[in-house]
């Protein structure tokens, strides 16, 4: 009888496959919506500081030439000066925790996003500044300067300046603990690290005026970022049930804030202990803090063009308070003014921030 095709001989069976072990899931991620609002309301906050600075710089910087307008303004402007510090720890929450660097092509990618629309929007700016005729140099050189880290005539972009090489110093620290080898990445922290001597020493050689190397970073903006990401990885509750007692002292700050503007200097640095202070105090109150859900949606839309906002709003802001503000306002009128200017501001800016993203015009103008 013959046997079946199905059967085999004895002895000459295959031997089984192993079973392969199932991949691994990626481990989910949570979303953090108290982040969302942190973003969104360090956008605001920036807002509201340049609104602060131009009724400031509108009255010359002293009282006496305009109360109203500079008590205003000095009460904006220190108001809103926990947003960069803010911003810093959330970069840096960004890079070691809610989304860490695997690879260096991925932190290219992430270079690529931000410098792109820096450039873009340094070029807008000159051009509009050339309309204008506000901008301080011809138009040529001040795009060369914005090449090596000059914020002319668009003050606000410093921060990113500073900002790219934080995270990349974090993501190179981070490839590392990990098991990579970043030689790249090392190398191009080298060049950032030498490159503000060699230009000193290339312009004393040659006798040439070369333009100032900017990118680069502070000793505080890197403490900001490292203990920004320890702080918000915290459980909830760590600061307690009631985090928003903790605005409190942060009003506390707000008032040394104010009196060190007025009576030490203006303007106050960032690595201040006052505006520390006042930045903890505003980071503590909004850790976990729990966002309704009908409110989501929204705030993750906003939260998401917050960066187009920060790079478009000096535009907007120079408009109206070049049209709108001067150094006779009475108080209460320079308040309002003062608010109105940062709503305004803040509207428009985020406006067309959502618009320019349905475009799909992100990778251009943030």
Not at 1 to 23: E, I, Y
Not at 26 to 42: N, Q
Not at 327 to 339: F, M, S
Request: aromatic share 10%.
């Amino acid at each position: 009888m013959t046997m079946s095709s199905s059967v085999s001989r004895a002895g000459s069976a295959a031997p089984a496959p192993m079973p392969q072990p199932a991949p691994e899931p990626r481990p989910h991620r949570e979303h953090r919506y108290d982040i969302d609002l942190m973003r969104l309301l360090c956008s605001v906050g920036v807002i509201l500081c340049h609104t602060g600075s131009a009724f400031v710089n509108t009255a010359g910087r002293e009282a006496a030439n305009g109360p109203g307008t500079y008590w205003a303004g000095l009460v904006a402007d220190s108001a809103g000066r926990f947003a960069v510090p803010l911003f810093f720890a959330m970069a840096g929450w960004v890079v070691l925790v809610g989304a860490p660097v695997r690879d260096g092509r991925q932190l290219r990618g992430r270079i690529v996003r931000i410098v792109v629309p820096l450039a873009v929007w340094s070029a807008l700016y000159i051009a509009w500044g050339r309309v204008r005729s506000t901008n301080s140099a011809p138009a040529g050189d001040l795009a060369l300067d914005a090449l090596f880290g000059s914020v002319r005539p668009a003050y606000h972009l410093w921060y990113l300046y500073a900002y790219i090489p934080v995270i990349m110093l974090l993501a190179f620290a981070a490839l590392v603990r990990s098991g990579k080898r970043p030689w790249g990445l090392g190398i191009a922290l080298l060049v950032l690290g030498a490159a503000p001597t060699l230009f000193g020493d290339l312009s004393k050689m040659t006798d040439l005026e070369l333009p100032r190397f900017g990118w680069g970073f502070g000793p505080y903006q890197l403490i900001y970022a490292v203990l920004g990401a320890l702080v918000l990885a915290l459980p909830a509750g760590t600061f307690g049930r009631r985090s928003l007692r903790w605005l409190l002292p942060a009003g506390v700050c707000l008032a040394a804030v104010v009196a060190y503007q007025h009576g030490v200097h203006y303007t106050i640095p960032y690595a201040n202990v006052l505006v520390a202070l006042l930045s903890a105090g505003v980071l503590f109150s909004l850790h976990r803090l729990h966002v309704p859900e009908r409110l989501r949606p929204a705030l993750t839309r906003l939260a998401g063009v917050s960066f187009g906002a920060y790079m478009v709003h000096v535009l907007v802001l120079g408009v109206l308070t070049d049209a709108l503000v001067d150094d006779g306002l009475g108080l209460p009128a320079a308040a309002a003014l003062v608010l109105g200017i940062t709503v305004a501001t803040a509207a428009v800016s985020f406006g067309a921030a959502l618009l320019w993203t349905r475009l799909g015009l992100t990778r251009l103008l943030g």
